[in-house]
């Protein structure tokens, strides 16, 4: 369409398409394939991948109370507590609000300042441990409520200071390079693990007593409480998830297969409009008390809850509590870094941004104060630590390539501050074949990992199974990291100390790896500072700035920015726009 392609090319020649590097911008390192209408629709699609966080993320951390005082001798604690559990309910509230408000200011300053396509929110498994361990259900924890953010509040100034000495940064890009690849196959296969799920997904698997995962598909009210499986009677006769599978899973791949932009956009939003009229065997809405409220709060449409409850209850007198404190702090730290690192460099990879001379992506420091700033100020708010999601892989499978993507993203939640009935009323089965199909989309990064050395091959195995059959990012790093550790030392050790005579199979084939990376711990900017340079946060002139970039046959290349052969433009020119659609969208 003609209005289209002329609004694209006059929005990258204007100053915003300079500053996030649209194609046709004229910067020398513009982003090959990003134009304005699909960074919008990319970013929307990272919305409706991820708006169930704002009902989940309430649902969860308010099953810890919250501020709500329980009394130690209750019972059942307070289940039967008609006063108390009016508490929770206005804490649920106070969190979808507190949800939807850090997730629209950190996801728009990771588009405004960082330039990446990526969203941030509180993170999944992060709550859980938050709500369920620290905390406790009803205050049941280690920690109250209070002194769980406190402990939340001071991880996030500990990352900003190990984002400015660049410890984050070299962290992320010391990891092996098998195990990096492997963190983005692992995530795709977690991404997958939630869409199959109840809680995030269209509900073909659950958790049993027997077996850890069984086949699933019945309603949730069929589920037996004491084996937590379907009966055969009833498994995969749910109506709602068949509705997810063909129209927010199949649809959704043949739009994608004859390239219908806005293809999951479209499979999200059917599937939840179908789910919406009661009375019917998929609805969102059953005649049930919980059904009954959900319905009431999507009935008012527009409602703004202001934080009543959580917010600023910071308790900084941890004497009492000082060793479960502590326990609550460094667990925080070592998931959230790991979790973010995995997430950050798998989306850029994704996205392409990776330069593979440093390992590194053009603004990750930024994107690590972002995140850091974002877990501090989310503490305020109430809300446990902000991490970077991997359902940013829907916008970018997308075409989404800049930091419009991310602000489309964030500018969608800060509506739903206003909205909240409408994006907290998006069924679970409407994004769970979304997620599945980008878990597909990621996993393609298994044929690049070094399969011919087992020093590098099995880390990067566990490193993918780990991540979805523990629920967590972090863990499958650790297991990757620690086994690749372990291998790969004694291996050496064994070299060195035979005189090269014990040597493993295959060792020519390893992958090479030190700690001497390019471009060294700080940060460029800190190392321009520490030279005296005044203006810093630019890079010198004769420093040579190389890009990742897509060939438009998919194939990844690096070249100086601003260098590109004509050859090489040739090339990329002289190709058809069937290739181009493929660079562009997957």
């Known amino acids: 369409m003609g209005w289209i392609h002329n609004t694209n090319a006059a929005v990258a020649r204007s100053a915003v398409g300079k500053y996030f590097r649209l194609e046709g911008s004229g910067h020398r390192k513009e982003r090959k394939g990003s134009y304005f209408f699909t960074e919008i629709r990319a970013g929307l699609a990272t919305f409706f991948a991820m708006a169930y966080i704002i009902s989940v993320n309430a649902t969860i951390v308010s099953q810890s109370g919250g501020t709500c005082v329980c009394p130690p001798d209750s019972p059942d604690l307070c289940d039967s507590d008609p006063a108390y559990m009016l508490c929770v309910q206005e804490v649920n509230r106070d969190l979808v609000t507190a949800t939807a408000a850090i997730a629209a200011l950190t996801t728009f300053c990771m588009g405004l300042f960082a330039n990446m396509p990526i969203a941030l929110a509180p993170g999944m498994g992060l709550n859980a441990y938050f709500a369920y361990t620290v905390v406790g259900y009803h205050g049941s924890g280690l920690v109250p409520y209070q002194v769980a953010v406190t402990a939340v509040f001071v991880e996030g100034f500990v990352f900003v200071g190990l984002t400015i000495l660049g410890l984050r940064q070299w962290l992320a890009r010391a990891i092996p390079a098998s195990i990096k690849?492997?963190?983005?196959?692992?995530?795709?296969?977690?991404l997958t693990i939630?869409?199959?799920?109840?809680?995030?997904?269209?509900?073909?698997?659950?958790?049993?007593?027997?077996?850890?995962?069984?086949?699933?598909?019945?309603?949730?009210?069929?589920?037996?409480?004491?084996?937590?499986?379907?009966?055969p009677s009833y498994k995969m006769r749910n109506p709602a998830m068949w509705?997810?599978?063909?129209?927010?899973g199949i649809l959704t791949v043949l739009l994608m297969l004859y390239r219908v932009k806005g293809a999951i956009i479209a499979g999200i939003l059917l599937v939840?409009?179908?789910?919406?009229?009661?009375?019917?065997?998929?609805?969102?809405?059953?005649?049930?008390?919980?059904?009954?409220?959900?319905?009431?709060?999507?009935?008012?449409?527009?409602?703004?809850?202001?934080?009543?409850?959580?917010?600023?209850?910071?308790?900084?007198?941890?004497?009492?509590?000082?060793?479960?404190?502590?326990?609550?702090?460094?667990?925080?730290?070592?998931v959230d870094i790991l979790d973010c690192t995995g997430t950050l460099y798998s989306m850029a990879r994704f996205c392409g941004a990776i330069d593979e001379r440093?390992?590194?992506?053009?603004?990750?420091?930024?994107?690590?104060?972002?995140?850091?700033?974002?877990?501090?100020?989310?503490?305020?708010?109430?809300?446990?630590?902000?991490?970077?999601?991997?359902?940013?892989?829907?916008?970018?499978?997308?075409?989404?390539?800049?930091?419009?993507?991310?602000?489309?993203?964030?500018?969608?939640?800060?509506?739903?501050?206003?909205?909240?009935?409408?994006?907290?009323?998006?069924?679970?089965?409407?994004?769970?074949?979304?997620?599945?199909?980008?878990?597909?989309?990621?996993?393609?990064?298994?044929?690049?990992?070094?399969?011919?050395?087992?020093?590098?091959?099995?880390?990067?195995?566990?490193?993918?199974?780990?991540?979805?059959?523990?629920y967590s990012i972090a863990y499958g790093l650790i297991a990757g990291i620690v086994?690749?550790?372990?291998?790969?030392?004694?291996?050496?050790?064994?070299?060195?100390?035979?005189?090269?005579?014990?040597?493993?199979?295959?060792?020519?084939?390893?992958?090479?790896?030190?700690?001497?990376?390019?471009?060294?711990?700080?940060?460029?900017?800190?190392t321009r500072?520490?030279?005296?340079?005044?203006?810093?946060?630019?890079?010198?002139?004769?420093?040579?700035?190389?890009?990742v970039g897509r060939t438009m046959d998919g194939t990844e290349h690096t070249t100086t920015a601003g260098k590109l052969s004509e050859s090489q433009v040739a090339e990329s020119s002289g190709k058809s726009s069937d290739d181009d659609y493929e660079k562009r969208h997957l």
């Open 243 to 248: 509705i997810g599978i063909f129209c927010g």
């Open 181 to 190: 690849l492997a963190t983005g196959v692992g995530i795709g296969l977690y």
């Open 358 to 470: 440093t390992q590194d992506f053009e603004g990750s420091a930024v994107a690590y104060l972002v995140d850091a700033f974002g877990i501090s100020i989310g503490s305020v708010l109430g809300v446990p630590p902000v991490t970077a999601y991997i359902e940013s892989g829907a916008g970018i499978s997308e075409g989404g390539a800049t930091g419009l993507t991310a602000i489309v993203t964030g500018l969608c939640f800060f509506v739903s501050i206003f909205f909240a009935p409408i994006f907290a009323s998006i069924p679970p089965w409407a994004t769970g074949a979304t997620l599945i199909i980008v878990g597909s989309l990621m996993a393609k990064a298994a044929k690049d990992i070094n399969w011919s050395y087992v020093g590098d091959a099995i880390p990067a195995f566990l490193t993918i199974a780990i991540m979805p059959f523990t």
């Open 194 to 231: 939630i869409g199959l799920t109840y809680s995030a997904g269209i509900g073909a698997i659950t958790g049993a007593h027997s077996t850890p995962l069984e086949l699933a598909g019945c309603a949730q009210q069929y589920l037996d409480p004491d084996t937590g499986v379907c009966p």
């Open 529 to 547: 500072l520490l030279k005296g340079k005044k203006d810093f946060w630019k890079p010198y002139g004769d420093e040579e700035d190389y890009t």
């Open 483 to 526: 086994s690749y550790i372990i291998i790969n030392t004694i291996a050496w050790i064994l070299l060195k100390a035979s005189g090269g005579r014990i040597r493993p199979k295959d060792y020519d084939l390893k992958e090479p790896w030190t700690y001497k990376l390019e471009g060294g711990l700080l940060p460029p900017w800190v």
């Open 272 to 334: 939840s409009i179908i789910s919406w009229p009661r009375g019917t065997e998929v609805t969102f809405f059953p005649y049930t008390d919980l059904g009954d409220a959900s319905f009431d709060f999507f009935k008012q449409v527009v409602a703004f809850h202001p934080i009543q409850r959580i917010l600023a209850v910071q308790e900084w007198n941890v004497s009492e509590y000082g060793g479960q404190f502590g326990l609550a702090f460094i667990t925080f730290l070592y």
